[in-house]
């Protein structure tokens, strides 16, 4: 029989239980035991959740990310919190978000704040890791007390535990150096840590270690190919088995490569790389054995079980005792439980599995190989008929849209007039200073906006009440941003819930679900809208509280939306067509709302692109296609304006230096990016390329609760002076501000406007 196992399981809990156990702690309104409590019943419940499988993972869950955990683990400390004092959790949560506690003593603990950690996507996923740090002198000193803890914890469940933890060389590729010293001169120190690791594990009687090296699906220089095989050649000790799961993508021409490796098993991403399980089994050695994510652990719709028995039944019978099953991924990626869901609409609901239902459909595929399909004939029976009714729904398709998407052209995408004109134009108009200040789109989410929208969606306040309590937050917020004295101000978006879910509730095409809740970093959760059919507008979605909240004021106002690619990337999309049409879709029904806006006298539109590199493919040859249909979609959503509308975009936590020619493709009059966490490092692609529009680098990272200085801002903008022309630079934070509150906001915005105010007079 096939052994089924779990590459990791959602940590925050059916009902975010983390998140709120973690915001009380960093309040001050929790102790750390009762923290670490909850911690705990969260492990418990998803090892229960999952003990129908021979092998649990250990390991996967975290108070805020994997990877700053094994930085803990190998003792690899950034130097400004390693003198601090106090609980190690305390150190965790100052390198995770500045600070741990908002308490007195923890303030004087840690003066005020450090600087966080760096943060940046997962490969191409939504989840955000915070990215290690090294230095010629970074000196590694294990410490796995906690994961030895959590071992422990399965033993007295009587569960079989499968440690799990990203490999060597995958957590020294995506780390980065402080004093641009060679990364792979750490190697071998490194290799010892990983050593002493595997021992800790093996002495307690760990048969099985999942080491994680996600590296191996991009491209690879020699030097990194050769340091696998230094890495694995050391830790072959004969103590312990490793299973080497890669995921995400292909292996390609690294087949050969994790071939060779001296290890027990490997792990292949099955939904994106069936095509590469021949060659791995006929490279691979018989003794070795062979896991295949057979479940997408990406995506919510069903599994095609029976297609998929079709070409797994005689991958089975070649191998025997050798396969593996398992999802594809970890299942960090999609919600926890279907059965949670009261609300969805049931014909959609048919077609779902979460991350506790994929479970259940990999035990339905062993047990199929095992014994027969006789034996789960229902279960099979009710998936099919599940496949096809999705298949044949006339929900899905609407002659409509696809009439719409045959009538795009290269002219859709196009401005009227090139940036040089448009600018001047706009600088008319508008009349902006030097330096201009203005915020990304989102001001703090109160309890009384949380709870008036809740109140207004179960019928609680009839829509005239609703419509007048959200007006008083526009209200607030147009006052605090003038009293501020920011030049460019924004409704603060207190009706949406979420960027892309409020877009999402308002298009044909698309579904939501009641606690349908993934983690994006630490305590931030998010609920991707399901788009199971083709999309269309039915009415203006932005248009009336924009328009209320120009007539507050004589100072522009934003027109906020979420551009079709991010809409897209955060969203379960569906599996029967390209995402590129998808894509599409999306933006036309995003162009007919930057129209409206700009018929509603709007002369500034912004269309966030926060996704853009999120979704670009890890192998740089399959670039070229995807940005041609992402940046094309952009531009169909922003390009039907005239001259003297202003269009802007924004970008958060992404790596994007190598592909800053193709943003400036986009062509967007202004771009607003992430720069405060990395010290301005993004924007070294500006030495090398002459981005020719206006950019807002972030200087205010609003994922602490720190406030920056006057200093530290001028310091940074004039950093950004140093690669771009300040007439074409904003000041701005580096992304929304909906998950601070008003006490963090005031202060750091009254800092960057009076840095603004500096930068005039001295730059």
């Known amino acids: 029989m096939a052994i089924t196992h779990n590459l990791g399981f959602p940590r925050i809990g059916t009902k975010r239980e983390l998140k709120f156990a973690l915001e009380t702690y960093w309040k001050g309104q929790s102790s750390l035991d009762e923290l670490e409590k909850v911690g705990a019943e969260l492990r418990q419940r998803h090892w229960q959740d999952q003990a129908d499988l021979d092998l649990v993972p250990v390991g996967d869950f975290s108070f805020y990310d994997q990877i700053l955990d094994l930085s803990f683990i190998l003792g690899n400390l950034p130097q400004r919190v390693r003198d601090f004092h106090g609980h190690e959790l305390d150190n965790y949560f100052r390198v995770a978000r500045g600070r741990s506690t908002n308490t007195a003593s923890d303030h004087a603990q840690c003066c005020g704040g450090v600087a966080a950690g760096e943060m940046t996507k997962w490969f191409d996923t ?154 791995l089994i006929g490279q691979l050695p018989n003794d070795r054995v062979i896991s295949l994510g057979v479940i997408n652990g990406r995506n919510i719709w069903k599994t095609d079980l029976n297609a998929t028995l079709e070409w797994l039944f005689p991958v089975h019978q070649r191998l025997g005792d050798r396969l593996w099953l398992a999802p594809s991924c970890s299942l960090l990626h999609v919600p926890v439980d279907l059965n949670s869901e009261e609300k969805l609409d049931p014909e959609i609901k048919s077609g779902l599995a979460f991350a506790k239902q994929k479970l259940n459909e990999l035990t339905i595929l062993s047990s199929a190989l095992a014994h027969g399909y006789a034996c789960v004939r229902a279960e099979l029976e009710a998936n099919a008929a599940a496949i096809q009714s999705r298949r044949k729904s006339s929900r899905v398709h609407n ?247 202003q269009i802007h975009t924004h970008m958060c936590y992404s790596e994007f230096n190598d592909i800053i020619a193709f943003i400036a493709e986009m062509d967007a009059d202004v771009i607003t990016i992430e720069t405060s966490r990395s010290d301005m490092e993004l924007l070294d692609a500006f030495e090398n390329f002459n981005y020719p529009n206006q950019i807002g680098p972030g200087v205010y990272d609003i994922h602490s609760p720190n406030t920056p200085s006057v200093e530290h801002i001028v310091a940074l903008m004039k950093k950004a002076a140093e690669r771009i022309p300040a007439e074409r630079l904003w000041v701005n934070p580096d992304c929304g501000l909906k998950t601070r509150q008003w006490e963090e906001v005031i202060p750091a915005l009254t800092n960057m406007v009076t840095a603004a105010k500096v930068l005039r007079e001295t730059a």
Request: hydrophobic share 40%.
């Open 126 to 279: 939504n989840y955000h890791y915070i990215v290690p740090e090294f230095t010629g002198d970074t000196i590694f000193k294990l410490n796995a007390s906690r994961l030895l803890q959590q071992l422990a914890e399965t033993k007295a469940l009587g569960l079989r535990a499968k440690p799990v933890i990203v490999g060597p060389i995958t957590y020294l590729a995506i780390g980065k150096t402080k004093d641009n010293c060679d990364k792979l001169a750490l190697l071998q120190p490194l290799i010892a840590a990983y050593g002493e690791l595997l021992d800790a594990l093996a002495a307690q009687g760990v048969e099985w270690v999942q080491i994680d090296e996600p590296i191996l699906v991009t491209d690879l220089e020699p030097e990194w190919q050769q340091a696998f095989k230094h890495a694995y050649q050391a830790q072959n000790t004969g103590k312990i088995k490793l299973l080497l799961a890669t995921y995400f993508s292909q292996l390609q021409d690294n087949l050969p490569l994790i071939a060779s490796l001296p290890v027990q098993g490997v792990h292949l991403d099955a939904i994106n790389a069936r095509n590469e399980i021949d060659p």
């Open 399 to 645: 002659p409509v849209v696809q009439s719409a998407l045959a009538k795009i052209d290269g002219e859709l995408g196009k401005r009227k007039s090139p940036y040089g004109i448009r600018a001047a134009k706009q600088d008319a108009l508008l009349n902006l200073p030097k330096f201009p200040t203005t915020s990304i789109g989102s001001f703090p989410q109160t309890a009384d906006i949380r709870q008036t929208r809740h109140d207004y969606k179960i019928g609680k306040i009839d829509a005239a009440t609703y419509t007048s309590r959200m007006h008083k937050e526009i209200a607030r917020c147009v006052r605090e941003q003038e009293d501020l004295e920011l030049d460019v101000l924004v409704h603060g978006e207190a009706e949406r819930n979420d960027m892309v879910e409020y877009f999402g509730e308002q298009l044909d095409g698309y579904a939501f679900s009641q606690n349908g809740w993934v983690q994006s970093y630490g305590s931030r959760c998010v609920k991707p809208p399901i788009l199971y059919g083709d999309i269309s507008r039915r009415k203006p979605m932005t248009v009336e509280w924009i328009r209320y909240a120009q007539s507050l004021t004589n100072k522009p106002m934003k027109g906020m939306l979420t551009g079709p690619v991010t809409i897209l990337n955060w969203s379960f999309v569906r599996d029967d067509q390209p995402r590129s049409v998808s894509c599409y879709q999306l933006a036309l029904a995003i162009r007919q709302e930057v129209q409206d806006l700009e018929k509603a006298g709007v002369h500034i539109i912004q269309i966030d692109e926060a996704a853009l590199r999120e979704g670009l493919p890890l192998r740089k040859s399959e670039w070229q296609t995807y940005l041609d249909w992402a940046i094309e979609s952009f531009r169909i959503a922003a390009n039907g304006v005239s001259d003297e509308t």
